[in-house]
């Protein structure tokens, strides 16, 4: 038995989960867009992941350029999944 390729097989589990853990608390949270808090028009929750997506155009796509293209703010709520769109990054709210 390998005890210590057990032992270093969990020890690089335990990393990347807690590497998950620390990213996620990082951009998880209540948010505002246009001066108002945002609440998800699903479930009506109001924590939510943030992220980014590429908002690709087809002449550029053409051109092979799509890293020219511009982006667009995302928040992916917690409780649901659902995913709301901006073209203005959202104000984190402080969790205090």
């Known amino acids: ?3 210590k390729g057990d032992a270093m097989t969990n020890w690089g ?3 990347r989960k807690g590497a998950k853990a620390f990213t996620e ?3 998880s949270g209540e948010y505002a867009a246009g001066g108002q808090k945002v609440i998800c028009g699903q479930c009506g929750g109001s924590i939510f992941d943030a992220g980014s997506a590429q908002l ?9 350029l799509d890293w020219a293209d511009k982006s667009a703010a995302t928040l992916a709520c917690v409780k649901c ?6 073209l ?3 104000e984190k709210l402080d969790q205090t």
């Not at 690709?56 to 092979?64: D, I, K, V, W």
């Not at 999944?81 to 901006?86: E, N, T, V």
């Open 56 to 64: 690709n155009s087809a002449g550029l796509t053409f051109a092979g």
């Open 25 to 27: 608390s990082l951009s």
């Open 88 to 90: 203005k990054k959202p």
């Open 13 to 15: 589990r335990a990393l």
């Open 81 to 86: 999944g659902k995913i709301l769109w901006f």
């Open 1 to 3: 038995m390998n005890f």
